[in-house]
């Protein structure tokens, strides 16, 4: 079991940055994969990046490659995303999530969830 609490968002002008934190509870995180997704009003929740257990792979969606860093720290049991040169449409609620699969992109393939946290970005 895992439980998973979000921090980090906020309103940030297009081209500026944020890091969103993920702390999780348990004492397995570092078993876990963890993934972030976000979702805007009236769209589906969408895969961001993914880091593996170790950190030593991490994947990314199309959209955030080159700007976005995903890293985690097992020893704070802490999953990070660094966000650059963000643009109005990265606008969304954020959440981090936990999976035993080595890598998943799917909102489905992830067993727990965080409640999210709000990202704004003003053009």
């Known amino acids: 079991q895992v439980q998973l609490v979000e921090s980090g968002g906020g309103l940030v002008q297009a081209g500026g940055s944020l890091r969103l934190s993920c702390a999780a509870s348990?004492?397995?995180?570092?078993?876990?994969?963890m993934g972030w997704f976000r979702q805007a009003p009236g769209k589906e929740r969408e895969f961001v990046a993914a880091?593996?257990?170790?950190?030593?792979?991490?994947v990314y969606a199309d959209s955030v490659k080159g700007r976005f860093a995903i890293s985690r720290d097992n020893a704070e049991n802490t999953v990070y995303l660094q966000m650059n040169s963000l643009k109005p449409e990265d606008s969304a609620v954020y959440y981090c999530a936990a999976t035993v699969n080595y890598i998943a992109t799917i909102p489905v393939e992830y067993a727990y969830w965080g409640q999210g946290t709000q990202v704004t970005v003003s053009s």
């Open positions: 348990g004492r397995t995180f570092s078993s876990y994969t």
């Open positions: 880091i593996t257990w170790s950190g030593g792979t991490a």
